[in-house]
């Protein structure tokens, strides 16, 4: 691939920090855009130890895509072929907290970098979407025009992400890549605070040898999918010549229970000394959290030639080890 000029939403957040390191590690440049509502600048300090002088080719701008400063964007549009938009507000529980942020955010934050993005003729607009648009439809494995009606307001702004998108496709003639991605895990996910995802949450509590709580019986599922993968799919959706408006799963297709991911955590961090010696503490169901997530990723496979290498439980023993080294 021939070096290329980037927007990059939601830089400093967990998704997007990964892939700034891919694509400066690759030679291309990247204006990279981030609020630091939930991502860091110790993320960005990572990435900026890892990929030596090609830090030279990124610029940063500190900007709440709600507010989007066009004219910022217009000054560095010069050469820019693709968005790749990651910036959202997540979690389930903060947008039932604050459904006003959420939409905040990923409604009008996602409307007005995709309008500017269209005016601008970007070649591309790569966004990320999310598996809760599946919402009540228990169907399995999940196939990407098989949806149900949203059970959050953070599904519904996702949902709504979509249907722009879509929309776009119609009435300008704008075709887009959304990506659904399902429970992403790896290096720089944030593990604090009440809306931190399972998986950094856990590994940092067993560390530290605190409790921790396992909702319902343990036997609920997700297809768990680790951030190569994740980033795979994204170089993927960047290379693919497809100029039609696509929806793609992108998860490993599988499920993993979360009783299977906390045993592996606890047993990788003994091959690190590390010994957690509290026992599972299982607490009640959470309202609206479905029982079973499993992605078809067929059309990925097909159309953009995705092949997740990674599986759930090879991912956690990566992430474990990075997070070992790391600290
Ligand atoms: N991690 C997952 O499992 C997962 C699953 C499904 C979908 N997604 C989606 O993937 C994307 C990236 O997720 P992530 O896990 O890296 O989350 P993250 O919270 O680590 O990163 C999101 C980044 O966006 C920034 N941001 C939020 N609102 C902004 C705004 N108004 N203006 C500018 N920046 C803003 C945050 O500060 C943060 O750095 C999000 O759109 C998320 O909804 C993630």
Redo the contacts with the bound molecule.
């Keep these: 691939m021939k070096f290329q000029k980037f927007f990059l939403?939601?830089v400093?957040?967990?998704?997007?920090s990964n892939l700034l390191e891919v694509l400066l590690e690759a030679g291309h440049e990247v204006i990279g855009?981030?609020?630091?509502?939930?991502?860091s600048q110790t993320n960005l300090d990572h990435v900026k130890d890892k990929v030596g002088k090609k830090w030279k080719n990124f610029k940063f701008f500190e900007?709440?895509?709600?507010l989007l400063k066009e004219d910022v964007l217009n000054d560095n549009s010069l050469g820019v072929t693709c968005c790749i938009h990651?910036?959202?507000?997540?979690s389930v529980p903060r947008s039932i907290d604050n459904p006003i942020n959420t939409n905040n955010?990923n409604i009008q934050?996602f409307l007005n970098i995709l309008d500017f993005a269209r005016r601008q003729k970007l070649d591309k607009f790569i966004f990320?979407s999310?598996?809760s648009v599946y919402g009540d439809n228990s169907n399995l494995p999940k196939i990407e025009n098989e949806i149900g009606s949203p059970l959050s307001p953070y599904a519904l702004t996702k949902r709504v992400d979509e249907m722009y998108a879509e929309v776009f496709d119609k009435v300008y003639n704008y075709p887009t890549i959304g990506l659904r991605?399902?429970?992403?895990f790896g290096p720089r996910?944030?593990p604090d605070g009440d809306y931190a995802?399972v998986i950094p949450r856990w590994l940092k509590a067993m560390k530290e040898n605190t409790e921790i709580n396992i909702f319902g019986d343990g036997e609920t599922t997700r297809d768990f999918c680790y951030i190569q993968n994740a980033i795979e799919a994204i170089m993927l959706a960047v290379r693919t010549e497809l100029k039609t408006h696509e929806i793609f799963n992108v998860a490993v297709g599988a499920q993993t229970s979360l009783n299977t991911i906390a045993d592996t955590i606890k047993k990788e961090l003994s091959i690190y000394g590390i010994k957690y010696s509290k026992e599972f503490n299982y607490v009640d169901f959470r309202a609206g959290d479905v029982r079973a997530s499993e992605a078809d990723i067929t059309k990925a496979k097909i159309t953009l030639g995705y092949d997740p290498k990674i599986r759930c439980l090879d991912g956690i023993k990566e992430y474990v080890k990075d997070n070992m080294l790391r600290n």
Excluded at 12 to 16: L, N, P, T, V
Excluded at 33 to 39: K, L, R, V, Y
Excluded at 63 to 66: E, G, K
Excluded at 181 to 184: I, S, Y
Aim: aromatic content about 12%; hydrophobic content about 50%.
């Design positions: 939403t939601g400093a957040g967990f998704i997007g855009i981030d609020n630091f509502s939930t991502g900007m709440d895509l709600a990651l910036a959202a507000l997540g955010a934050g990320a999310s598996s991605f399902f429970n992403v996910q944030n995802a």
